[in-house]
């Protein structure tokens, strides 16, 4: 069974940096690309960035842009979210998602109904 476990959130002072990683185990396929969403409380699900296993195709939502980097290690089955100049509107639950099969357009990854597998998510919190 897959599993996806993220670490690293935690509390943070505006304009500073935290790096998440999404372990994923117990897959026995090829997987396709990786994504992360945060949820504000009382807030839909929204995407914040994807990376695809093979090629390393990135791609970000507009308000994280500049700031927070994707990164994979295939190696590793770990996708790293590195967030700087954190700002209080980034708090949120900050949970990795996996697709396990090609999209028919190469932007199909940026829904959360584009995902197989979720993690449970970690808490980031930005203070002002």
């Known amino acids: 069974q897959v599993q996806l476990v993220e670490s690293g959130g935690g509390l943070v002072q505006a304009g500073g940096s935290l790096r998440l990683s999404c372990v994923a185990s117990?897959?026995?396929?090829?997987?396709?690309?990786m994504g992360w969403f945060r949820q504000a409380p009382g807030k839909e699900r929204l995407f914040v960035a994807a990376?695809?296993?093979?090629?390393?195709?990135?791609y970000y939502a507009d308000s994280v842009k500049g700031r927070f980097t994707i990164s994979r290690d295939n190696a590793k089955n770990t996708v790293y979210l590195q967030m700087s100049s954190l700002k209080p509107e980034d708090t949120a639950v900050y949970s990795c998602?996996?697709?396990?099969?090609?999209?028919?357009?190469?932007?199909?990854?940026?829904?959360?109904?584009?995902?197989?597998?979720w993690g449970r998510g970690t808490q980031v919190t930005v203070s002002s």
């Open positions: 117990g897959r026995t396929f090829s997987s396709y690309a």
């Open positions: 990376i695809t296993w093979s090629g390393g195709n990135v």
């Open positions: 998602a996996e697709r396990t099969t090609r999209p028919r357009q190469a932007m199909g990854i940026l829904t959360l109904y584009d995902y197989d597998y």
